[in-house]
């Protein structure tokens, strides 16, 4: 199957149940409610930056939507808000990307349970089935195209560093299909250790691996946020000429380096926080259209180089 | 051993006591395990390092024995740093156009780091001491505010210093004096006043007295008060100044700059032998227990003794080890 298409794969059956006709009575608003966690790093930021953004917009092109946005810094915040949004503000629709998938499971089953549309966007929930649309990043893909680049730029015999984000299934993902990427090409990880996704941590971690190995060709920071904190302990030990670094993400300052041809930062790879934007538009399409929505839409991750950079700079965004 | 540990007259120049010496002791420990298990772990670079990473919560640690001696606690600062981070860096935006790119500019950020970290330590101290509020609810609250302020202030996202500025001001971090760098300079300075004003001081014998019983304080006509605003405004500053440092390193604040920093600067100060009670302060021990708690990492980093998932293990294991070591001495003694 083609993950990166938009499959209508449960269309049949969800068709034939009868949900596919427009929710809308004649004149009356729907009500999309949003549940987002805070925007507490970089990545987060971006996210609720465009969800805004887009709730803006949709608005405005769509006077029959009506939005109801609500960030949580935390999991039992989260559901409070879920239950809120149901019980005070009668949503049609919830868009949400769960804080954590098992908590969350069953609070939005009952908002599907109660007739309402779900979209889940980014972390699954632990039970298949309920939502009606999945928009996710593809973390696979993540760190299988920082793992075909390497590979393919690298030579055999070559040192490498890695650095890994908070111990999560997510980061593993990304780093197993790092490793099978690369796996045959003879590049040797010296060493992996979580930077948790933090700039100072990153720091820390890089300039110890310096301080530890005389030879480092190239940095798999696998995060932008990580990659500033790595760049600034390279240039401190003034070994730039000696690697480059990849990231990951698409943060603007990154994006743009990429765009002037830094050569320490020959390219990186998305997993853009604009994916909310994705979720939003096209749960509003259900509601102002008959243009059938459900499925899963697996945002892919790819490689942005000095030719393609200017598509994925967005110099207005904060991240 | 017992002639020892018999409490003398306190004379400024009595040796420590051997329970004193514990946090030194895994220090050294922890020293001889790095240089063991890793050549580089003993080279100038590497050191420099090390003593520079500890450089910010060393001055907080700094602060924080005072406030914790006097039988106060603040869990803000690591917020409080993002704080003042964050303000100082859109300050030093705003300015730009009209100041230029030049080392006025520079004095007039670290102008409005200390004076933020003046206003936020006597915000803290105010409401333990005038309102009568628990410190560890009020620094709680504050930090929770800080830590919002930040995250607002960037939009979500990341402040970022302007790149010819930063240029300009990256030496404060990266270069030196006689090949030390100034993080390390003005972390040894803060820590030889601190201890100079914990051992030789007025100010320094409140803090203690406070500490181990107020009341007691209060009939000695100890303004407990005043001595109690001070440490927090004293703590503030100390904020101020370490974050003067560290905005040169990467150039930017964000929401999780100074993530746990407070649980960080509070270990170093119970590692170091202050009583997390109050009554008792010793400055020198915090420095050490900055240094165990910036070696581990270092040491885990150069050396793959464990997978990276137990390095916080670890970590505990340690700072638990260095208290034990300390007061498993004493009761012996």
Redesign the interface.
Known sequence: MERRTFLATTAAAVAAAGLATPALAQGKKAVIGVSIPSATHGFMGGLNWHAQETIKRLKATYPNLDFVLATAGAVGKQVNDIEDMMATRNIDALVVLPFESEPLTSPVKAVKDAGKWVTVVDRGLSQEGIEDLYVAGDNTAFGRVAGEYFKANLKSGAKIVVLRGIPTTLDNERVDAFRKAIDGSGIEILDMQHGNWNRDKAFSVMQDYLSKHKKIDAVWAADDDMAIGVLEAISQSGRQKEMWVVGGAGMKEIVKRIMDKDPQLPVDVTYPPALISTALEITALRFVSDTPVYGRFIIGSTLITPANAAQFYFPNSPF | MADQAVSRPASSFRLPSLSALGPLLALILLVALGAFL?D??L?Q??IT?VLA?SAFIGMIAVGMTFVITSGGLDLSVGSMAAFIAGVMILAMNALLPSMGVGVPLILAGMGVALAVGLAAGLANGLLVTRAGIEPFIVTLGTMGIFRSLV?WL?????I?LDFAVRQLYRPVY?SGLFGIAWPILVFALVAIAGQVAMRHTRFGRYCEAIGSNDKVARYSAVSVEGVRLATYVLLGLLVGLATIMYVP??G?A????G?LWELEAIAAVIIGGTALKGGYGRVWGTVVGVLILSLI??IL??A?LVS??L?GAIQGVIIVLAVVLQRGKKSSA
């Not at chain 2, 964000?254 to 700059?257: E, K, L, P, Q």
């Open positions: 890793n580089n772990f080279s670079g590497n390092n990473r995250t960037a939009d979500g996202g990341t970022s990266y390193r990467l930017s964000s929401g999780s700059t993530m990492d270092n980093n150069l793959d990276p998932y390095n």
